[in-house]
Structures are given as C-alpha cells and as structure tokens.
C-alpha cells in the first residue's frame, strides 16, 4: 500500500467530521506538506491523523460537522480542552508537542492561502519535550539481536528479509523510514554507498560496509520477486514492508533476548551512531551519516558516550564508590 493510498483512507475518514469545504482544504494542505514543505511521509501521515483528532474532538463539542466558521471561531479554551482530553489518554509530551504543531501548521497554511485566521492558537503554550538521551544497544546485543532474526521466522525469505534490515539499520544508521523506501536495483555486487533520501527530501551518501552490502545480497537471493524496480524489503503480500511489522517483530525478539523495551528499529541507529563515536568518529563525520540538519542533534550522542563511560567508572573503579 502506497502512503497516497494511506492518505486518501484517511480523507474518507474526515468525511463524517467535516463539510466538503473543510476536506477540501485538508487536501490542499496535505498536498502543501508533501510538495512545498517537502515532509516525509511519515510525518504528514501522523499530521493527518493529528487535525482528524481535533476535528473528531470539535466534531463532538459542537455537535455538527466542522466548519471553516467553526475553525475560524476556535477560542483558547477550544485548543486547551483539546489538550487535555489527548492528556487523558496518557499521551506523551512529545506526541502532544507533535500534534499542536500539527495544528499550527494547519491553520498557518490557512491564513497563507487567504481561507481564515484564528489568532487564538498563537496563545497555546507547546507542551515541552522531555529532555532525554537516546537509548543505544550494547555491542553484543546489536550483533545478538541480528543473528536471532534470521531464526525467528517461519519462513527462511522472511528471516533473511528482517537479519537485512536490522543489519542495514545498525551498519548505516538509517531511518527505518530511509531503509524502507529502498529498492532491489539500489544494491548490486560492487555497490559502495548509498544515496539515501531522508527527511525534508535531503539526500545524503551513506557508505555501504562489505558486511552489509554481503547481508542485503543474500536476502535479495531470497526475494520473492526481485525486479529492479521492487521494493528491497516486501511483506508476505509483495507490498513494500509496513514499519508496524519490524516493530511487532522487534518486539518479539527483545522478548526472546531479554531485551529492555527502549530496543526499537530506531534504538539501532542510535546505537551506529554511539558506537562510532565511542570508537573516534568525529562529530561532523557522524552527522553527515545520520542525515542531521544541525550539529546540535548529534551532539546528545557524545553525552550518551560520556554516560556509559562514567557508569564503567562507577562499576569498575576502586575508588568510584569511597565518601568524600
């Protein structure tokens, strides 16, 4: 299923929220994050879903369908009800951050495109971000939780299919999104880099390790259909693999390897980019690779390092544990 496919499943579902007016301005805004904002599919998808909770909660609150007089005439005490009511359902921060600025896009778009202005959600305060530092795996769980992928299938393809992936996910540092989006004809016997498109349509050139490259050549032996064209990583339907089924079975590994719940597709870049500075990487090499727009965002993998460094200290030193 293509995410034009995932986005037009969930215009139908604004039908029963809003009137035709309104759907034909999510359209137009969804095309503006997809084109002019250039936002990964991803984000946009989790953006849809963002307005259609509001629209659903105003949809509830006024009783009628969601108008542009509606939108227009939405008061603080409309966007903080909102918020409390996602609050209810034990939402992160991050997400509530995420979804107000999913609406504050919205209704930028809407004034930019001379539709309406609501200048009360300039006064709603984002909920702030937890501060916290990515979660990397140790080596050897890395490199435990490859091998038991292969095994964890029924079917040996599948298996192959999933060691690929998290290989390519630890061995390059990618987004699941990035790994995802490849294709079989990307990956060939002398290939040595990659150009991966990441988020805001940036590319970047991600060298290939012989390790990898080796690990993709033998899933791709086992691809059932592997045309140039087709996705380097299907589901059991030949559609390209949806995200939800790495996480399901990432699950089902760290459950069989005792594995903490902070051991995501995500946690294994966190953990190529850790373990590369952790061996000299300099700073600037490590945010090329991850795709980084600012240095800043790298930065918090050096504080990671710094940690794991002063808990060896404090397990290992003789000292680490005298009172001052």
């Not at 609406?103 to 009360?120: D, G, K, S, Y």
């Not at 290939?191 to 988020?199: D, F, M, P, Q, S």
């Not at 990583?233 to 559609?239: I, S």
């Amino acid at each position: 299923m293509t995410m034009l496919t995932e986005n037009q499943l969930h215009f139908k579902d604004f039908d029963t929220l809003v009137d035709s007016v309104v759907l034909q301005d999510i359209h137009a805004w969804a095309d503006w994050l997809n084109i002019e904002r250039r936002l990964s599919a991803y984000t946009s998808l989790n953006y849809l879903l963002d307005l259609r909770a509001f629209c659903a909660f105003l949809r509830r609150e006024k009783d009628k369908k969601v108008t542009r007089s509606i939108l227009e005439k939405c008061a603080v005490a409309d966007f903080r009800a909102f918020l409390v009511e996602q609050s209810a359902k034990q939402l992160s921060r991050a997400t509530l951050a995420r979804q107000m600025s999913a609406l504050r896009t919205f209704f930028r778009f809407l004034l930019r495109t001379h539709v309406l202005e609501n200048t009360a959600i300039k006064a709603i305060r984002t909920p702030k971000k937890p501060r916290t530092l990515p979660k990397p795996l140790q080596e050897d769980d890395a490199l435990n939780l490859l091998h038991e992928a292969i095994k964890a299938q029924k079917e040996h393809w599948q298996g192959m299919r999933d060691a690929a992936l998290l290989t390519l996910l630890y061995g390059c540092g990618l987004r699941i999104s990035e790994a995802l989006a490849l294709n079989v004809g990307q990956i060939g016997e002398k290939t040595e880099a990659l150009v991966i498109t990441g988020k805001g349509n940036k590319q970047r050139i991600v060298p290939l390790l012989p390790i990898v490259r080796s690990t993709l050549l033998r899933a791709i032996k086992e691809h059932p259909c592997p045309t140039t064209e087709a996705p380097l990583f299907v589901g059991a339907r030949g559609e390209r693999l949806n995200p939800g089924v790495v996480q399901r079975q990432i699950r089902r590994l760290r459950a069989e390897l005792g594995l903490p719940d902070t051991v995501t597709p995500h946690a294994l870049r966190h953990s190529f980019a850790t373990h590369l500075l952790s061996a000299g990487t300099d700073l600037r090499s490590v945010q090329e690779l991850l795709g980084h727009a600012s240095l800043s965002a790298t930065q918090r993998y050096t504080e990671v390092d710094q940690a794991q460094l002063e808990r060896v200290y404090e397990k290992a030193h003789p000292r680490a544990h005298l009172k001052s």
